[in-house]
């Protein structure tokens, strides 16, 4: 059974850092409504590159690839063989940005949760960001795909649904990775100009995703017909190539768009070729659509709250999300008052994410782990970042992290950390055990962690309690 | 003994001894066996090309459709009967075929209706006509000849769900000292959840650590689909091995360029089911393998090179007993009134009519066993299995 603070900072937020309860403790709801007015909600280390910094950066690689090449040819001749291992040499310099921009860039978002005193707010990025998966594959996609949280969701978190979607529907790592940059409409100007050589046509994958995943859901009442509307409507959102001066981040190429009205869930939205204008007004009326703030409110409370959120639960947060234009803020403000979100038992497991920052909170020195080994964690426990795999992102469900090979997973995690921690000087399994729990603890698991045969033993049996384990 | 007290007391046993050899013999000794018959379930995510896969090369309408995917193949198809064949990468499957052992069946659909890949997917896991997330057809079918289910998972799979299954997979961290399970041990006593989970992955570690080893695993290759079918099979090794596995391969998304990622993507299952065939040695002669999708894709190549989701697929039979060396299912043709909705394959059986033949012949499933794991479908008069 938990007290209220506890379950502000478990439920809501990414666990409590050292004092951080007792800090809550005088007004937990307070406390977690505040941080919604936080400006901005989170902040990351903006010295790393932004995605037009990346684009530069990858052009830049394969550029110089392309020479080395050419210098290897010349130096090798005809041999085919000298040629790639003087290709070797030549290119050795020039590595591949993509996974180190790709661990810098996710690893920072980790970084900044572990140290944040606004954990709710990363908790719901973390959420829209899985909600918007978008995996690592293949060069562009492994270098671009955590720019989209920091360019797209992060400055739109705590605003209107309507500004994120479309934010996040016209990034370069959305685009790219559910290929609508290179689809066109089968009348567009592009194939008329093309003389019938290199005929183009319609990709439809973005655009279904964005009924089923991203907006109405899969039984949100669409059709064929409205993806194929969607699918049309988008036509032409593309990205700026670096290579040809087109400058960089989202583009839209009017020759490509499909020309004509075309019909969504019943309303015709009219032609425009100048601008987007036409798929933007598809995406607004989807993000205020009832079906969309049901199904993200549902999605809310399942996150937060419980696998079985109360209907009652639901139907307050969606008619908050009707009644402001789908406003995040105060869709989290409804789901924070409500009294069915603050039921004493902890019925979430965590995920390895939540499990993997819960643990550094508590710990409150996360020097001890640098960040290859943060990424390699996430890796061995089965959520490295951006790996979803697929666009509905990663499970959101306890039985798809409980399995017996995952536990074991999280013992030799809880394992392989107490013992990096130097716990004969810094370390006290009391104070982390208080820190992290108060009096939240039942004493069975309080007495097998204090007569732990060791510390190290102590503060694995500590993370591996069914306390820290679920929220 | 049932699977959840069996467990139980092989855990508290090498929580005691620790040996090896003694659960590999706590396992032979009271496992229920019959017949020593497997099935291997693998789910291919992201709704597998079928046109791409098993090639209707008679069908004119093809190269009209689909003009560069075909190119891209056509010259170094693996011919099989009737004018199917086979996409260029499933060499070893190609040779199971000619030797009888392969049986692959053209437009088969769940009879999902959606387009969906994730409810697509839950809807051929689960095997009801409303999609339950706690059960599915295997799990269901395991548990009515209390069998033993391990998936090579991080957690149990919806097809897995509703039995006692357990779940591997290769750990890339070190691992931690014995006394740390007998405290949590302790510490779960009140927490049905995690000490059931615990005891679980003890039991499967111990036998992971008698039948795998790490002597095959490349740490970089773990999750490999072929390093993950090498382990699947000696987990499935002889009397001690378990009777049934779920493996999943994602990565048939194919939405661009699809021809060189199919490539890869079937080489790679071949090569898998090779693994297994071979991992396997004699025991392939009572193995049945299928292989499946939750959907297929659209007939005409779309504008990047790739197809969109769709709905008929094929699907595999395979296994050293298996009546094999024919396409079955019907054609249904590629003309545009062939279609359905004019975009997809239209489907011609149902694939659940498959899984259910193959389930009931492989273990012996009454009519009303059947029935309880397959509640809406029937299973077909064919026979499977040669013998």
Redesign the interface.
């Known amino acids: 059974m938990a007290t209220t603070s506890m379950i502000a900072v478990n439920r809501f937020g990414y666990g409590a850092k050292p004092n951080e309860l007792i800090l809550v403790a005088q007004s937990p709801k307070e406390w977690l409504i505040k941080q919604l007015s936080q400006s901005p909600p989170v902040a990351f280390n903006y010295s790393l590159p932004s995605s037009s910094d990346i684009f530069i950066q990858l052009h830049g690689y394969r550029k110089n690839k392309k020479v080395a090449k050419k210098i290897a040819q010349e130096l090798a001749g005809k041999d085919f063989d000298k040629q790639m291992s003087m290709e070797g040499v030549v290119t050795k310099k020039a590595r591949n940005p993509a996974h180190k921009l790709l661990n810098q860039l996710s690893s920072d978002a980790i970084d900044q949760a572990i140290r944040s005193d606004h954990s709710l707010n990363w908790r719901l990025l973390d959420f829209f960001s899985n909600h918007f998966s978008v995996s690592a594959s293949g060069p562009v996609m492994t270098a671009i795909a955590p720019t989209l949280e920091r360019e797209a969701i992060a400055p739109n978190l705590l605003g209107n649904f309507e500004d994120l979607l479309l934010s996040v529907c016209q990034h370069p790592a959305m685009l790219i990775y559910l290929n609508n940059e290179r689809s066109f409409g089968t009348n567009s100007q592009i194939n008329k100009n093309g003389r019938g050589k290199k005929k183009v046509g319609l990709n439809e994958n973005l655009a279904r995703e964005i009924l089923e995943l991203h907006t109405l859901g899969v039984n949100g009442g669409y059709q064929q017909q409205d993806v194929t509307a969607l699918a049309k409507g988008i036509t032409g959102w593309s990205v700026a190539r670096i290579g040809r001066d087109e400058g960089s981040g989202f583009l839209y190429r009017a020759n490509g768009h499909e020309p004509g009205s075309f019909t969504l869930l019943g309303k015709s939205y009219k032609k425009s070729r100048k601008n987007a204008k036409q798929g933007e007004m598809m995406l607004r009326d989807l993000a205020n659509h009832p079906a969309t703030a049901r199904h993200i409110s549902f999605k809310l409370a399942y996150h937060f709250i419980s696998e079985q959120p109360p209907e009652s639960l639901i139907n307050k947060m969606v008619k908050r999300w009707l009644a402001t234009k789908g406003n995040i803020r105060e869709v989290m403000i409804t789901l924070i008052n409500a009294e069915e979100s603050w039921h004493a038992d902890s019925q979430k497991f965590k995920t390895p994410r939540e499990f993997v920052i819960s643990s550094l909170r508590s710990i409150g020195d996360n020097k001890k782990l640098n960040l290859r080994q943060l990424m390699k964690s996430l890796s061995a426990l089965g959520q490295k970042p951006f790996s979803a795999g697929s666009p509905a992102g990663f499970s959101d469900s306890g039985n798809d992290w409980n399995g017996g090979s995952a536990i074991m997973a999280r013992i030799n995690w809880s394992a392989a950390l107490s013992s990096k921690l130097s716990f004969k000087h810094t370390v006290n399994v009391e104070t982390i055990m208080s820190n992290s729990f108060g009096k939240n603890i039942s004493e069975l698991s309080y007495n097998t962690i204090l007569r732990a045969e060791s510390k190290e033993q102590a503060m694995t049996l500590l993370l591996m309690s069914p306390e820290f384990q679920r929220r | 003994m049932q699977r959840r007290q069996f467990i139980k007391s092989m855990a508290a046993t090498l929580v005691l001894f620790k040996t090896p050899n003694a659960v590999a013999k706590a396992l032979s000794a009271t496992s229920p066996k019959s017949g020593n018959k497997k099935i291997i379930w693998v789910v291919l995510?992201?709704a597998m090309d079928s046109l791409h896969t098993l090639v209707p090369t008679f069908d004119t309408e093809l190269s009209v459709l689909r003009p560069k995917l075909l190119a891209s193949i056509k010259d170094d198809l693996l011919m099989l009967d009737n004018g199917f064949a086979l996409h260029p990468s499933l060499s070893n499957l190609h040779q199971w075929y000619k030797k009888g052992e392969l049986l692959p069946i053209t437009a088969v659909s769940s009879g999902y209706a959606?387009?969906?890949?994730?409810?697509g997917q839950d809807y051929l896991e689960s095997g009801l006509t409303n999609i339950d997330?706690?059960t599915g057809w295997l799990g269901r079918a395991v548990n009515m000849k209390e069998k033993q289910a391990l998936?090579i998972?991080?957690?149990?799979p919806i097809s897995l769900?509703s039995s006692e299954a357990?779940?591997?997979?290769p750990?890339?961290?070190?691992?931690?000292?014995e006394?740390?399970?007998q405290?949590?041990m302790?510490?779960?006593?009140?927490?049905e959840?995690?000490i059931n989970?615990?005891?679980?992955?003890?039991?499967?570690?111990e036998m992971a650590d008698t039948m795998v080893g790490d002597r095959a695993l490349n740490i970089k290759k773990k999750g490999q689909f072929i390093e993950l079918s090498k382990s699947c099979a000696n987990l499935m090794m002889g009397n001690n091995g378990v009777d049934c596995a779920m493996l999943e391969l994602?990565?048939w998304?194919t939405?661009?360029n699809q021809a060189t990622r199919l490539s890869r993507q079937l080489k790679a299952l071949d090569q898998g089911l090779k693994a297994l065939k071979d991992g396997l040695k004699d025991q392939w002669q009572d193995t049945v393998v299928v292989v499946a999708t939750e959907f297929g894709r659209t007939v005409k190549e779309?504008?990047?090179g790739?197809t969109?989701?769709g709905t008929a697929s094929a699907m595999f039979i395979a296994g050293g007993s298996v009546n094999g060396g024919k396409v079955l299912g019907n054609w249904p043709g590629l003309k545009n009134n062939q279609l359905f909705?004019q975009?997809d394959l239209m489907p011609t059986s149902n694939t659940f009519s498959w899984l259910a033949t193959v389930v009931s012949q492989q273990w012996s499933l009454s009519d009303n066993q059947l029935k309880a794991v397959f509640p809406h479908v029937d299973k077909r008069t064919v026979k499977l299995f040669v013998g």
């Open positions: 995510r992201g959606k387009r969906s890949h994730f409810d997330h706690d998936a998972a991080n957690s149990t769900r357990s779940t591997w997979y750990s890339q961290l070190k691992e931690a000292d006394d740390v399970y405290a949590l302790k510490m779960y006593q009140n927490d959840l995690l989970r615990l005891e679980d992955g003890l039991a499967v570690k994602g990565g998304d939405h661009n779309n504008g990047t790739g969109d989701h909705e975009r």
